[in-house]
């Protein structure tokens, strides 16, 4: 295929940082993951599944087979491939090759042996607590700088669509890597924005993406502000607080934080070990990113700024600003207030959740889904 020339440089030497990754055969994956086997299964998004492997070096892979194969979605791998191939960062989980043989399309990431943050906030892992307050506030600053890497220094800026817990994997030392920015598009130079298929979760959605498709990089921080407010109490983006009453993340946390109970809003798995301030901080950053209108929210590498506390009198604006007024308190409770999100309807469990709902179809980018 002609992009893989662009691991080349004009003079004909290849960039370092390309030759990370390659080509597999299949042959190689169906004996890594003993033929796709089932019990190899790690899980199934979106895209398809997800299967752990072993090379013939021992190194552990993370295969994602990509389900129903078209022509049209070929080309669309090759862009995939191409973004994914392109982005290196210290918090993003690039990938280590693919293959594309007969009707196969499969990439192959480095396998990450703590699984995703949605799993040990809510998953198989919850009942472990593994996330000690430090780990958190490090998973959330190092997702951020991945994010803000995506949408400020990657050339051309990628916009990821899909940022959620399950999104974050976590390597063996529980430091965050942001994964699936694959289906993220290209954003030419001078194009604000692009309309393409809505993609992502449930309750992680900014509300003007969910209603007009307009993929922007404040819709990710939106979904970025959804995932801080559970790290820090451990709930789900919406809660089924009784049959007839859904409440979403924001809803529950922006009365508690004008009420200043940051200590009662943290993960009670924690219990007491957890520092107040820097909950407060990432409660506060959570909501200021979740507001209902994009321009106030902050931009992410802002919102690095912020979880780093290296900012004390942004923090202090925020704090202090319209936002944490105690008539929002009031105006929000229930499901209709004005961070809620119009879309949501009902709750789903994770895999279940994700909605895709074309837009303007003159306009829309196909998708890989
Ligand atoms: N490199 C990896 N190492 C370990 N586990 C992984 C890896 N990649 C994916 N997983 C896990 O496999 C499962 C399936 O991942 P997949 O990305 O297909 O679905 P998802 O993240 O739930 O949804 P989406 O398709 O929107 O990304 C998830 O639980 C995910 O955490
Ligand atoms: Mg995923």
């Given at each position: 295929m002609g992009w893989l020339c662009c691991c080349k440089r004009p003079d004909g030497k290849k960039k370092r940082k390309d030759t990370t990754w390659r080509i597999f055969s299949l042959k190689e994956l169906q004996s890594a993951t003993n033929n796709f086997n089932y019990d190899n299964k790690l899980g199934e998004g979106g895209f398809g599944s997800v299967y752990w492997g072993q090379l013939w070096d021992g190194s552990q892979i993370a295969v994602k087979r990509l389900k129903s194969w078209s022509n049209k979605a070929e080309k669309e791998f090759a862009i995939e491939v191409e973004v994914l191939a392109r982005v290196r960062h210290k918090s993003l989980l690039s990938l280590r090759g693919y293959c594309a043989e007969g009707q196969e399309r499969l990439i192959v990431y480095d396998y990450?042996?703590?699984?995703?943050l949605h799993s040990h906030l809510h998953g198989q892992h919850a009942a472990e607590c593994h996330l000690s307050w430090e780990r958190r506030m490090n998973i959330a600053i190092d997702s951020a700088e991945g994010i803000a890497y995506l949408h400020h220094h990657a050339i051309p800026h990628i916009i990821h669509r899909d940022v959620k817990a399950s999104n974050v994997l976590l390597d063996a030392n529980f430091q965050a890597r942001v994964a699936d920015?694959?289906?993220a598009k290209l954003i030419p130079e001078g194009v604000t924005h692009v309309t393409t298929k809505v993609k992502g979760t449930l309750g992680y959605l900014a509300p003007e993406y969910a209603m007009l498709g307009k993929a922007k990089e404040s819709c990710d921080v939106y979904s970025f502000g959804v995932l801080l407010l559970e790290l820090a109490s451990?709930?789900?983006?919406?809660?089924?607080?009784?049959?007839t009453t859904k409440l979403t993340i924001t809803e529950w946390a922006l009365p508690l934080a004008c009420d200043k109970k940051f200590k009662e809003m943290a993960?009670?798995?924690l219990k007491d070990s957890f520092i107040e301030a820097e909950v407060k901080r990432m409660v506060l950053v959570g909501l200021a990113c979740t507001q209902?209108?994009?321009?106030?929210r902050p931009i992410m590498s802002e919102v690095v700024e912020l979880l780093k506390g290296e900012s004390a009198e942004k923090l202090s604006n925020l704090e202090n600003g319209e936002l944490f007024k105690p008539e929002q308190a009031s105006s929000c409770q229930g499901t209709s207030g004005p961070n809620s999100s119009d879309v949501i309807t009902e709750e789903k469990d994770s895999k279940e959740d994700t909605i895709e709902e074309a837009t303007d179809s003159s306009e829309t980018v196909p998708s890989v889904r």
């Open positions: 990450m042996q703590n699984l995703s920015f694959g289906f451990g709930k789900k983006p919406v809660e089924k607080i009784n049959p993960d009670p798995k209902k209108k994009p321009e106030q």
